[in-house]
């Protein structure tokens, strides 16, 4: 298995204290989605995306990596091919856990972006809609994640990763989010091997040919320790 492809999504992250997005109580329970996870909704009241956003920057800033993180980075360290991670999160745990190799396909919390000159910069922990960008001085400030309706980032990386993929895994992502959901079918008709691993069944488990379900704190390292020692 030379070529190891990871998707994560929120459940990674969900033992390290921060929300996920559809488990009960979850933020789509908190917030409409349509206000604070959409172009429309940060042009009707961007100070409201700024709020959602600078509380979950706050909250990620004060979380630390997991042992499912740092089970990741190991592997990354040791497997004896290429590993290539792609998360739907916006934290920065798999970075702070030792992960170099991570594609932020729906953008990062860390990120800032001027929608009016498309400028990147580094963002402050608290964001408002009228800092000045640093390159254009233009009161245009987003925070630089992928809203709904909008292309994911490092498509370019992605694609080819998915298609060369001997082994694809997907770890704590209810696999309801296109093109992330399509996958482990796009990457098992490749003849790649399919593996899931999540608290509980996705909606797309049936994609799967291998699946272990608990705490990725717990599935995670003992799956790591299986690919290692094979
Ligand atoms: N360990 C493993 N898996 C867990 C844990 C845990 N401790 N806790 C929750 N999970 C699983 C849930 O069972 C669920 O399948 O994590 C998944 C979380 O699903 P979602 O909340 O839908 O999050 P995610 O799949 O990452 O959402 C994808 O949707 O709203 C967009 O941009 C947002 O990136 C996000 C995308």
Same mark, same amino acid.
């Given at each position: +298995?030379?070529?190891?492809?990871?998707?994560?999504?929120?459940?990674?992250?969900?033992?390290?204290?921060?929300?996920?997005?559809?488990d009960?109580?979850?933020? @789509?329970a908190?917030h409409?989605?349509?206000?604070?996870?959409t172009?429309?909704g %940060?042009?009707?009241?961007?100070?409201?995306?700024?709020?959602?956003?600078?509380a /979950?920057r706050? =909250?990620?800033?004060?979380? /630390?990596?997991?042992?499912?993180? =740092?089970?990741?980075?190991r592997?990354? &360290?040791? #497997?004896?091919?290429?590993?290539?991670l792609?998360? $739907?999160?916006?934290?920065?745990?798999?970075?702070?856990?030792?992960?170099?190799?991570?594609l932020?396909?729906?953008?990062?919390?860390a990120?800032?972006?001027?929608?009016?000159?498309?400028?990147?910069?580094?963002a402050?922990?608290? +964001?408002?809609? $009228?800092?000045?960008?640093?390159?254009?001085?233009?009161?245009?400030?987003?925070? *630089?994640?992928v @809203?709904?309706?909008?292309?994911?980032?490092?498509?370019?990386?992605? *694609?080819? &990763?998915?298609?060369?993929? *001997?082994m694809f895994v997907?770890?704590?992502?209810?696999? $309801?989010?296109y093109?992330?959901?399509?996958?482990? $079918? #796009?990457?098992?008709r490749?003849? &790649?091997?399919?593996?899931?691993?999540?608290?509980?069944?996705?909606?797309?488990?049936?994609? %799967?040919?291998e699946?272990?379900?608990?705490?990725a704190? =717990?599935?995670?390292? &003992?799956?790591v320790?299986?690919?290692l020692n094979?």
């Open positions: +298995m030379n070529k190891i492809v990871i998707l994560t999504g929120a459940g990674i992250s969900a033992e390290s204290g921060l929300g996920t997005f559809r009960e109580g979850g933020l @789509w908190q409409a989605v349509e206000d604070v996870a172009p429309e %940060f042009a009707r009241n961007p100070a409201l995306v700024h709020d959602f956003y600078n /979950r706050a =909250q990620a800033t004060g979380a /630390r990596p997991n042992a499912a993180h =740092q089970a990741l980075a592997l990354e &360290a040791e #497997h004896r091919g290429e590993v290539t792609i998360t $739907q999160n916006v934290d920065d745990l798999h970075e702070r856990a030792g992960s170099r190799n991570v932020h396909m729906h953008g990062e919390l990120g800032a972006l001027c929608h009016s000159c498309g400028h990147r910069w580094p402050p922990v608290v +964001m408002h809609a $009228q800092d000045p960008c640093p390159a254009c001085r233009a009161p245009a400030t987003r925070p *630089d994640v @809203w709904f309706g909008e292309i994911p980032y490092h498509m370019d990386v992605i *694609d080819p &990763a998915l298609t060369e993929a *001997d997907s770890i704590g992502t209810s696999g $309801q989010v093109p992330a959901a399509a996958y482990a $079918q #796009h990457c098992g490749l003849g &790649a091997v399919t593996v899931e691993l999540n608290l509980e069944p996705s909606s797309n488990s049936r994609d %799967f040919a699946t272990h379900y608990g705490p704190t =717990q599935v995670v390292p &003992a799956w320790d299986r690919v094979t």
